[in-house]
């Protein structure tokens, strides 16, 4: 399956525990997931790096699911997205 979009919203960050989180919703052809994720950041970490955290744990979090997990479905970015290591 082809992801189509990848949102992120409900960004904050809590700096006693120097973690950023966000709901981060991830669309296919045919359904919309949104998955709760956190980064350990620096408060003064720019966007791009906290978007590229964020979304790295959503993937982790995708792949985990049963149905990508057994080998049922699979899930590819777009052409032009930054490749991100899988890793469980």
């Known amino acids: 399956m082809q992801i189509t979009d990848i949102e ?3 960004l904050s960050f809590d700096a006693a525990r120097g973690l950023h989180t966000a709901n981060v919703g991830i669309a296919f052809a045919d359904r919309f997931v949104v998955l709760f994720c956190s ?3 620096p408060g003064g970490a720019g966007d791009e790096d906290r978007d590229f955290a964020l979304t790295y744990d959503a993937l982790r979090q995708l792949r985990r699911m049963p149905e990508f997990r057994s080998g049922q479905a699979h899930f590819e970015l777009p052409p032009l997205a930054n490749p991100l290591p899988l890793a469980a």
């Open 39 to 41: 980064a350990a950041l």
């Open 8 to 10: 992120i919203s409900c």
